[in-house]
């Protein structure tokens, strides 16, 4: 059997005195989607930024593939390219065009020819509802349309896995729809993801797993149904009751 | 349409206020204007020098035959000054990129370019052009150049690559994180965020205090007059020299100002701030 796209174990993680990680396991097996839920602050943003090598974590492994990529020895470089990231505030490149923005990596990072990587930005853009928004710079687009290119130019890589980091907490309430569609299309495409979510119901809709996450430890882990629906620790109960009270769940 | 109308009035009314508002400015502008300025005249032109102080700054005859000699001397200043900028652009650009640099090979690199901007920075640059203008000649060295007008230029490179460095690093440094963030999460290199991602935007985000200090190096290449090249300044002082009169000098200034102040309305006009594209 191969192994599974992405196995974490045992990692941690402070910032200065701040423990931000405790350890962590888990583990996404090809095509499954994961969602990481919990609090402001639970680590889910850090533990994304891990896997991705933008931070370095203290302990434990992570493996791609079955290959460690926290090992110091490995070259962080070659790992970001087969993983893709969507931040939560977009972090578009201003500078540059939806289409510029999505070719960017593919011709840099993956040495792919302009011609052909354009028309595979432009198919991705439409595939997102982006037609005609090509040559819009990021402050001409909305929020939603903005992480919808945030989400092609992740993808365009061909990542073995996605991570999506609260792609839509930054969003008016009437944008959301759009973005989830995005990730759905993603997820029923086959696509592996690692994604962190506040919105219950779009866990619930398109994850395999929910891993609920406590100051820095994963405390529940299962189907959805389960963890949000019939969550065992006291823990998850009250973020979930609080998420209730607030009208997200 | 109804509704349309009822507006309309209202807003004929606003309108006609606006202009009687205008119009109002516009009146004490002019007056205030008039005053400043006729008062200012009118003190300079009735002070008890004033009648010498035409003959000796401002005198046609004198203007009308320096006028050519200042101007030919004025060439080598733009000159000098078009090719210190572009030095000055890279140069200044490399010590920038050095200072940011990461990884421990790069400490040497990184060590030599803060010491390149804290003394090219902190030495005065009428100094600067001193030392380089009579230190590198007399170290008798052959293959370096011991021309004036070159040996001014380095000075002036040399000085305004560490402002102009510092401007850069400002403009880099003011790049949001998320940014490096994203170009490293598609797959770039450090070096390949640095050219793609960062340095664009850093650059249009400096380009206003750049071309200021573009302004300023053009009127610091009179600085190299003192090496003895016959540039404008150089030719004024002579001139003035030999017939007791400053109206060379105001000669001079006005080529200055030729090129300084449409520089100047440039940088004006790029004061909306990251709007360049």
Request: net charge neutral; charged share 20%.
């Amino acid at each position: 059997m191969s192994p599974p796209v992405l196995e974490i174990r045992g990692v941690t993680k402070a910032f200065g005195e701040r423990q931000v990680l405790r350890g962590i396991d888990l583990t996404v097996s090809e095509h499954e989607a994961v969602a990481l839920i919990g609090a402001s602050g639970s680590g889910k943003s850090t533990l994304l930024r891990c896997i991705d090598l933008l931070e370095e974590i203290d302990d434990g492994d992570v493996f791609l593939d079955g290959e460690t990529i926290t090992d110091p020895a490995v070259d962080p470089v070659a790992v970001r390219r087969r993983l893709g990231l969507v931040f939560q505030a977009y972090n578009l490149f201003p500078h540059l065009t939806a289409l510029q923005n999505v070719v960017l990596g593919e011709m840099r990072a993956h040495g792919i020819g302009r011609g052909e990587a354009e028309e595979r930005g432009r198919a991705l853009l439409a595939r997102f509802g982006l037609e005609g928004r090509e040559h819009d710079r990021p402050d001409e687009l909305s929020g939603g349309q903005q992480q919808r290119v945030a989400i092609a130019r992740a993808f365009s890589g061909r990542p073995r896995a996605l991570l999506l980091d609260e792609v839509t907490s930054a969003l008016d309430p009437e944008l959301v729809g759009d973005v989830l569609a995005a990730v759905r299309d993603l997820k029923v495409a086959g696509m592996t993801m690692v994604i962190a979510t506040h919105e219950m119901s779009f866990a619930r809709e398109v994850a395999d797993e929910v891993a609920f996450l406590h100051d820095g430890r994963i405390v529940e882990q299962g189907p959805p149904r389960q963890v949000l629906e019939a969550p065992e620790r006291p823990e998850t109960k009250r973020f979930l009751a609080r998420l209730l009270e607030a009208g997200r769940a | 349409m109804t509704e349309t109308a009822v507006i309309s009035d209202r807003r004929l009314e606003r309108q006609a206020a606006k202009r009687r508002q205008a119009r109002r400015g516009q009146a004490i502008a002019a007056v205030s204007t008039i005053v400043v300025l006729g008062g200012l005249a009118t003190w300079i032109l009735t002070s008890p020098g004033w009648p010498e102080v035409r003959e000796t700054f401002f005198s046609w005859s004198v203007f009308k035959d320096s006028f050519p000699e200042v101007l030919s001397g004025f060439w080598l200043d733009v000159k000098i000054f078009v090719i210190v900028e572009i030095a000055v652009l890279v140069i200044g650009l490399v010590i920038a990129l050095l200072r940011v640099s990461r990884g421990p090979a790069l400490f040497p690199v990184r060590l030599l370019s803060v010491g390149f901007v804290d003394v090219f920075r902190g030495i005065p640059t009428i100094l600067l052009v001193y030392l380089v203008g009579f230190g590198i000649p007399a170290l008798q060295l052959t293959g370096l150049p011991t021309e004036p007008a070159v040996l001014g230029g380095i000075a002036l490179t040399l000085s305004y690559s560490a402002y102009v460095a510092e401007v850069y690093r400002s403009g880099i440094r003011s790049i949001h994180k998320g940014q490096r963030d994203a170009a490293l999460a598609i797959g770039l290199t450090d070096g390949q965020a640095m050219r793609h991602v960062i340095l664009p935007q850093a650059v249009r985000r400096v380009a206003q205090p750049l071309l200021n200090d573009f302004v300023s190096l053009q009127k610091d290449v009179a600085l190299i007059s003192i090496l003895g090249p016959q540039e404008a300044f150089r030719i004024a002082q002579i001139i003035q020299g030999e017939n007791f009169n400053y109206t060379p000098l105001i000669a001079a200034a006005l080529l200055y100002l030729a090129i300084t102040v449409p520089l100047a309305r440039v940088v004006d006009r790029m004061g909306g701030g990251g709007a360049v594209r």
